[in-house]
């Protein structure tokens, strides 16, 4: 097992040698979806950056217990817990039963994250089946007196947290200039301080999401599951923590405070945040109309989009970043990610038909020692990419025989791309993308040319043939008076 590797803590600010608290096992957790609607750009990135952490850690031989959460309560619509339940919301739009949303958008994410290759996490627990988890840290953290009840409510006392703790350390805010920074309380809140949120929520009486507690009817705050769930399956101390830096503050910061206050330490060993995606220089929103999600990429229906873009195409676009870096979506970066990608998959396929000579004259050690740095430092995956490409300007070079290569030599780079690019990356073959449909197409035609070229020919025994076999892979083809129509059944 290599221990080279580093990882940007958020919580230092500082690149820091990854050193799991029990090897060879890893803890990894990483928030999930609130499941309301359908997965767009930002949530890929973020699936996609942990779902990659997740791989290279296996390739380098750890074991790891990936866990990865569905927040279907408790998500209210802004950070100040006011307004509803996002997917009650939702759910009186509809008509639905709360859980018939959270089951319907679930499914989808799946299907999506399926489509991008995105591993399924080992345990994918669900906030409103952790309810008694959460109660007792509740509990937990009231006993040590930082949290107190308000009318069946229940909050975090973050002044009182402050006295003896730091809060703000993982953003690297103040609490006096949080609070300049906030607005002052109303008459009707229920909060002592501004910057208290809410552990525990009474539901009024139109709220339908709601659990019994010795507080009253009602539900937990976001922040919390996450805690909750977190330590109950990877511990009392784990070693990674992941998300989205849209989460970075209040949810992470909350929920260090919350594992502090209820636990007596902190839990998490390294905190890590992936940049988010602008669409055109500009942030995503529904507002903005630049919202597009997965399902609108995969099939080009979108406003904003000049074609489909495979799922292929958008995890390489996504990976061609590093995963702190900016990235910005327009129809131009996907169309060269698109061609990158393919030129990527061309050379690898080339690999299998290169013929070794007794000499090597391509440098394959050096190739994978610049592949290998890239991905230990930090998870440098448009490093690692960059090298990838230049590699495919060498295996082009030995396809048009101006270079050459050894028989191990070859084997070492096929190894090499096949457990980086498939395995670490999780990129496929394209297969499910327009461009298979679009070769399909094309080969049909060439086909039923040849069968036209037969009949010209008067060769009926090789047109009806050609024909026949089509039909047994469930091509049907119609003669017309000047050639052919096709039609997959
Ligand atoms: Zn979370």
Redesign the pocket.
């Known amino acids: 097992m290599t221990n080279k590797l580093f990882i940007y803590n958020t919580l230092t600010r500082k690149k820091e040698r990854f050193d799991p608290i029990n090897p060879p096992f890893v803890g990894l957790y990483a928030?999930g979806p609130t499941v309301y609607g359908d997965a767009h750009l930002g949530h890929a990135r973020q699936a996609i950056t942990f779902d990659v952490l997740y791989r290279y850690l296996q390739h380098l031989d750890y074991k790891v217990r990936y866990v990865r959460?569905i927040?279907d309560v408790g998500h209210l619509e802004n950070d100040a817990d006011e307004g509803e339940d996002k997917i009650l919301v939702k759910a009186r739009l509809e008509s639905l039963e709360p859980m018939e949303v959270v089951q319907h958008y679930m499914n989808r994410y799946h299907l999506n994250m399926s489509s991008l290759n995105v591993l399924p996490p080992s345990i994918e627990p669900r906030a409103s089946g952790h309810i008694i988890e959460q109660q007792e840290l509740i509990g937990k953290i009231m006993d040590a007196g930082y949290a107190y009840e308000v009318n069946g409510s229940v909050y975090f006392d973050v002044s009182a947290y402050n006295e003896n703790h730091p809060y703000g350390q993982l953003s690297g805010r103040k609490v006096e200039d949080l609070l300049s920074n906030t607005r002052a309380l109303d008459g009707q809140s229920e909060k002592r301080n501004p910057l208290d949120f809410a552990l525990w929520k009474k539901a009024d009486p139109a709220h339908i999401m709601r659990w019994p507690s010795r507080w009253s009817e009602g539900f937990p705050g976001w922040?919390l599951?996450?805690s909750a769930m977190s330590t109950k399956y990877l511990g009392m101390q784990f070693d990674i923590h992941g998300?989205g830096m849209d989460?970075l503050f209040p949810?992470?910061e909350c929920?260090i405070a919350q594992n502090v206050a209820g636990y007596g330490k902190p839990s998490v060993r390294y905190w890590m945040h992936n940049n988010m995606i602008t669409i055109n220089g500009q942030k995503m929103g529904r507002s903005l109309g630049n919202f597009i999600t997965l399902y609108q990429l995969f099939a080009g229906d979108h406003k904003m989009l000049e074609q489909a873009y495979g799922p292929m195409t958008i995890r390489f676009f996504i990976l061609q970043a590093h995963y702190r870096s900016t990235l910005d979506f327009s129809n131009e970066a996907m169309q060269a990610a698109e061609k990158g990608f393919l030129r990527l998959m061309k050379a690898i396929a080339q690999l299998d038909v290169l013929k070794p000579e007794s000499t090597t004259t391509i440098d394959v050690n050096g190739l994978a020692d610049r592949c290998n740095r890239a991905m230990e430092d930090d998870m440098n995956t448009a490093k690692l990419i960059g090298h990838l490409l230049s590699g495919v300007t060498q295996i082009n070079n030995l396809a048009e025989g101006k270079e050459t290569i050894t028989d191990t030599d070859l084997e070492t780079l096929k190894s090499l791309y096949h457990s980086l690019v498939f395995s670490v990356l999780g990129l496929t073959l394209p297969e499910a993308s327009g461009q298979s449909d679009k070769i399909t197409g094309e080969l049909i035609e060439m086909i039923l040319q040849l069968r036209n070229d037969a009949k010209t020919n008067l060769d009926f025994n090789t047109a009806d043939r050609i024909r026949d076999r089509l039909s047994n892979l469930g091509i049907t083809v119609k003669d017309r008076k000047d050639g052919a129509d096709w039609e997959i059944n």
């Open positions: 928030c959460n927040t922040h599951e996450c998300g989460l949810h992470h929920e």
